[in-house]
């Protein structure tokens, strides 16, 4: 029989053949704690392949996943409109990545993301978060002249140096100085932003509306009355929507649920790729844009390899293509307070839930101290041995027993974030309720195989220190 393959590669082959060695090879030749980890709390799970908001194992199990690789994954896995875009543009053989040249796609692009964003005029495109992130810095920095960026308290805006520097976690940080100069405030804390900018050195204050870490959103009227200190000291407000855009928190931007809020700049990235092509953008005023690319001598002052690629912007186009026809800025909403609405109802019942908070589909449960005796006391063992620890319980079972992946808000966090596919609907709602009710009443029995797995943690915690 022919073989029509060109060349002699074929990736079929080669995942049938090694595709079982994938924990080993991780562990031999890439970040060898990954591996480790999901082992010790049995997260190591072999997934055969993907659809939607759903995964399947080797024997046919589905799993529901409400994590969407922390957040990539805006339309679920595999949309088959996003798959034939990028078939389209491989099939088209397009002069990509010419460098001297200006293809369409790009421009297609920045004028469907700008047509979200009325009040900005120009986009950078790069391959991720935080490159957004550090054209952000760089432009807020060159555009204004000032060196210093003001971040808050437990942001997270990636790990590369820049965006580093104003990273609000210093698990993150440690060991990496020296870094860009910085100040942290407090999300909502007007007056430490005023102090700040009163010094007369800051470029930027860098802002998540809903912070991942946690769930936190700026508290009411922050994020204009920030905007308006700002602009008095002649600073700029950056909106990081890496991960709260593309409809996560049931509008398009997070910072629009607060009306007459307009960033300077904006970054967004994740969603925009439809789970394929890494993208990343960076939307910002015309003013800035010009002052930073002043001259034909500057056009290459700051630029990406590979950003602008064609399919990244085939499948950009096509994610904002179907979030158009499918609605699913609305379906965030929507199923979104359905989600809070159902789980905020289970605080009263259940004393170890603490919270429920959060906006469309990014979602926290936050657990908390409990009342009673026994309770109590295994609490305190488990937050003496490290803080995190039960919300890490919760998690396991969500997987094992009822085959539903979530995972923390972060280290050191009694936190659970959901933050699925902006497709899931009233069947994913009810699957999760129901599961997470379980798991609830297992916990708060005071026995099983949940306590037991959290002896094993804190040995675990401990034999780390």
């Not at 088209?92 to 979200?116: H, M």
């Not at 003013?287 to 990244?312: C, E, P, T």
């Not at 499918?326 to 004393?351: K, M, W």
Request: some cysteine; overall charge neutral; hydrophobic content about 40%.
């Amino acid at each position: 029989m022919k073989n029509d393959r060109p060349g002699g590669f074929d990736l079929a082959k080669l995942l049938a053949e090694r595709g079982d060695e994938r924990y080993e090879l991780h562990s031999r030749h890439l970040n060898h704690q990954l591996p480790r980890m999901l082992r010790t709390i049995g997260f190591d799970k072999v997934y055969e392949r993907a659809q939607g908001a759903y995964f399947w194992d080797t024997e046919g199990n589905d799993y529901l996943d409400m994590l969407a690789g922390f957040g990539v994954m805006g339309l679920g896995r595999h949309h088959p409109v996003v798959r034939q875009a990028l078939h389209d543009v491989l099939d088209a053989s397009l002069a990509d990545l010419t460098r001297f040249d200006c293809q369409p796609l790009p421009g297609l692009l920045a004028e469907k993301l700008l047509s979200y964003s009325p009040h900005l005029e120009r986009v950078f495109f790069g391959n991720s978060g935080t490159e957004a992130v550090e054209t952000a810095l760089k432009f807020a920095r060159y555009a204004t002249g000032r060196p210093r960026i003001l971040y808050c308290v437990h942001a997270f805006h990636g790990l590369t140096t820049g965006s580093l520097s104003v990273n609000g976690e210093d698990g993150f940080r440690d060991g990496f100085a020296p870094l860009l100069p910085d100040t942290a405030v407090p999300l909502g804390d007007l007056g430490a932003l005023r102090r700040e900018l009163a010094r007369g050195d800051v470029a930027a204050l860098i802002v998540e509306p809903v912070q991942g870490k946690g769930v936190h959103a700026a508290p009411p009227g922050f994020l204009r009355e920030a905007q308006e200190l700002l602009r008095r000291h002649k600073a700029l407000l950056i909106a990081d929507e890496v991960q709260t855009g593309l409809g996560r928190t049931g509008d398009f931007y997070a910072y629009q649920h607060e009306e007459g809020v307009e960033p300077d700049l904006v970054c967004v990235a994740k969603a925009l790729s439809g789970g394929y092509v890494p993208a990343g953008a960076t939307l910002g005023k015309e003013w800035i844009f010009k002052r930073v690319y002043s001259s034909m001598d500057r056009v290459l002052v700051h630029s990406a390899s590979f950003g602008s690629n064609a399919q990244a912007m085939a499948a950009g186009l096509a994610v904002l293509a179907v979030m158009e026809d499918e609605q699913t800025v609305a379906n965030a909403r929507r199923t979104g307070g359905l989600l809070l609405e159902r789980l905020g109802a289970l605080v009263d019942r259940y004393e170890l839930l603490h919270e429920v908070r959060g906006r469309g589909l990014m979602i926290g449960i936050e657990f908390g101290r409990p009342s009673s005796l026994k309770l109590r006391s295994r609490w305190t063992m488990l937050q003496a041995a490290r803080k995190g620890l039960f919300a890490q319980m919760v998690v396991v079972p969500l997987l094992q027993k009822h085959r539903i992946l979530t995972q923390v808000s972060g280290d050191h966090l009694e936190v659970i974030k959901l933050i699925p596919p902006l497709v899931i609907g009233e069947a994913e709602v009810d699957r999760f309720v129901n599961a997470f009710t379980a798991v609830m009443d297992d916990a708060h029995s005071g026995g099983g195989l949940m306590w037991d797995f959290g002896r094993t943690l804190v040995k675990q915690a401990v034999a780390n220190r």
